[in-house]
C-alpha cells in the first residue's frame, strides 16, 4: 500500500503553548487528507477534510481556530494545535488519498500529551 | 442511528476458527467499504476494500458486501492470536467525500 508518514509521533507540550503535527504522502499525490482524533478505547472521530489548495472542512463542533489545518501541496498537509490545554491530549492521525482510489491510507499518529 | 454500527465486542474466538464481524451502515448511496485493523496504540492499517455485490477474498480474509441489506461483513479463517486487535469498519459517503467510521469490534483470539 501507499505510505503516509506523519511526523512526531509523540510530543509533550505545556499547556497554551501551539503544536504543529505534520502528515506526508510520500510515494502518491494525496490530494485529499484526513485528520482524526482518537481518545483512549474509543473510536477514530474525523476532524476535517482537506482538498490541496482549498481550506478544510471541519466536522460539527471542531473549533477550526483552534485546529489550524493547512494543505498546500499534494504531498503535505498540517494540523496545528493552538493554544493546547490537558483536555486536548489524545492521538491524532492523518490519512491521505489520490483522486484515483477511494482507500485511505493512515500515518502513523501522533501522541500528544499537554501538561 | 449512527452511520456506521458494529457491534463494539469483544468477540473471542479460538485459535484456529472462523471469526465473524460485522457492520452496517446507513447511506444508501455509498459505494466504497473499507476494513482496517487496528493494534492497540497504532494507527488504523488497510486489511481490504470491496466496492461490489458479494465476496471478495484474499488470503485468509474475506469481505462481504450487501448494498440492498446495508451490510458488510469481513471473515477471519484461520484466526491466530496475531489477529486479536480492533476491527474497523469504513464506508465512504455519498459522492466518496469522506470515509465514517464504525466504533470498532475488539477481536481476541485465544491461544
Known amino acids: 500500500g501507499a505510505v503516509v508518514s506523519q511526523h512526531p509521533s509523540w510530543v509533550i507540550c505545556k499547556s497554551g503553548t501551539s503544536v504543529k503535527i505534520e502528515c506526508r504522502s510520500l510515494d502518491f499525490q494525496a490530494t485529499t487528507m484526513f485528520w482524526y482524533r482518537q481518545f483512549p478505547k474509543q473510536s477514530l472521530m474525523l476532524m476535517a477534510t482537506s482538498n490541496e489548495g482549498s481550506k478544510a472542512t471541519y466536522e460539527q463542533g471542531v473549533e477550526k481556530d483552534k485546529f489550524l489545518i493547512n494543505h498546500a501541496s499534494l504531498t503535505l498537509s498540517t494540523l496545528t494545535v493552538t493554544s493546547a490545554h490537558p483536555e486536548d491530549s489524545s492521538f491524532y492521525i492523518c490519512?491521505?488519498?489520490?483522486?484515483?482510489?477511494?482507500?485511505?491510507?493512515f500515518g502513523q499518529g501522533t501522541r500528544l500529551t499537554v501538561v | 442511528q449512527k452511520e456506521v454500527e458494529q457491534n463494539s465486542g469483544p468477540l473471542s474466538v479460538p485459535e484456529g476458527a472462523i471469526a465473524s464481524l460485522n457492520c452496517t451502515y446507513s447511506?444508501?448511496?455509498?459505494?466504497?467499504f473499507f476494513w482496517y485493523r487496528q493494534y492497540s496504540g497504532k494507527s488504523p492499517e488497510l486489511i481490504m476494500f470491496i466496492y461490489s455485490n458479494g465476496d471478495k477474498e484474499d488470503g485468509r480474509f474475506t469481505a462481504q458486501l450487501n448494498k440492498a441489506s446495508q451490510y458488510v461483513s469481513l471473515l477471519i479463517r484461520d484466526s491466530q492470536p496475531s489477529d486479536s486487535a480492533t476491527y474497523l469498519c469504513a464506508v465512504t459517503n455519498t459522492g466518496g467525500f469522506k470515509t465514517i467510521f464504525g466504533a470498532g469490534t475488539r477481536l481476541f483470539v485465544k491461544a
Open positions: 447511506d444508501r448511496g455509498s459505494q466504497s
Open positions: 490519512s491521505a488519498r489520490d483522486t484515483v482510489n477511494t482507500e485511505a491510507f
